[in-house]
C-alpha cells in the first residue's frame, strides 16, 4: 500500500494552494493533539510567520509544506511526518524494529508482515492497531518507512501471520524524493 511508490512530483501535484491562518491553526492543533512530542519543537517544526501551503495530488493525498519543504502528508485519515522530519525529530513517532531480512523489502515499498516483526533482530514495541510508526532497521540509526500499525503489538505476536503494519512512505519513494514545491 506504499502511497509514493510511483509518485512524481511533475505528474501527481493537482494544484497547491496558499492556506488561511484559521486553516493552520486547525491543522496545527489536530497535528499537535495526534503528535504531543512536537510540542515543545512547535516554533522549528510548524513556525508561526512562515507560509503554510498545501499541496494537492491525485488519490487524495495532500502534503503540508512550509517553505517548500514537504513535512506532513495525508490520504483522507490524518496528518503523518514525513520521513526527512521524522530524521530531523526521531521521538515523533514510536519505533517499530524489523529484522535485516526485511529491510530490502520495506525498501521497495512492501508491507511488513508479522514474522519480520518478530524474528531475531526485530523489536516489537507495544503500539495499538491503527498507530502510525516508524519503522527502524537492524542495526541502523534512521527510520527507512513509515507505517500505520493493521493490527496491535500483541496481535502480532501471537498470529504471527500475514500484513503487521502497511508501509505508506519509505526511503527513496516520490515523496521522498519531491524536491522543493514553489
Not at 44 to 64: A, F, G, N, S, W
Not at 72 to 99: E, N, S, W, Y
Not at 127 to 155: N, P, Q, R, W
Request: aromatic content about 8%; glycine content about 6%.
Amino acid at each position: 500500500m506504499a502511497w509514493f511508490k510511483k509518485f512524481d512530483d511533475k505528474e501527481n501535484i493537482s494544484g497547491v494552494t496558499q492556506m488561511k491562518s484559521s486553516v493552520i491553526r486547525k491543522i496545527t492543533s489536530d497535528i499537535l493533539s495526534n503528535y504531543p512530542a512536537i510540542a515543545e519543537y512547535q516554533d522549528i517544526i510548524l513556525p508561526k510567520k512562515e507560509q503554510m501551503k498545501l499541496v494537492k495530488c491525485h488519490d487524495h493525498i495532500e502534503i503540508l509544506t512550509i517553505k517548500g519543504e514537504p513535512l506532513f502528508f495525508k490520504q483522507r485519515g490524518d496528518f503523518m511526518p514525513t520521513l526527512r522530519l521524522l530524521h530531523k525529530f526521531p521521538f515523533i513517532l514510536p519505533p517499530q524494529q524489523v529484522d535485516k531480512g526485511a529491510v530490502r523489502f520495506v525498501l521497495s515499498g512492501a508491507n511488513i508482515m508479522c514474522p519480520g516483526l518478530t524474528s531475531k533482530g526485530a523489536i516489537l514495541t507495544p503500539a495499538d492497531e491503527e498507530t502510525v510508526v516508524a519503522l527502524m532497521a537492524e542495526g541502523k540509526e534512521h527510520a527507512l518507512a513509515i507505517g500505520i500499525m493493521k493490527m496491535s503489538a500483541d496481535e502480532i505476536k501471537s498470529v504471527n501471520k500475514g500484513i503487521g503494519i502497511d508501509n505508506v512512505h519509505y526511503l527513496n519513494d516520490g515523496l521522498w524524493q519531491m524536491k522543493t514545491v514553489k
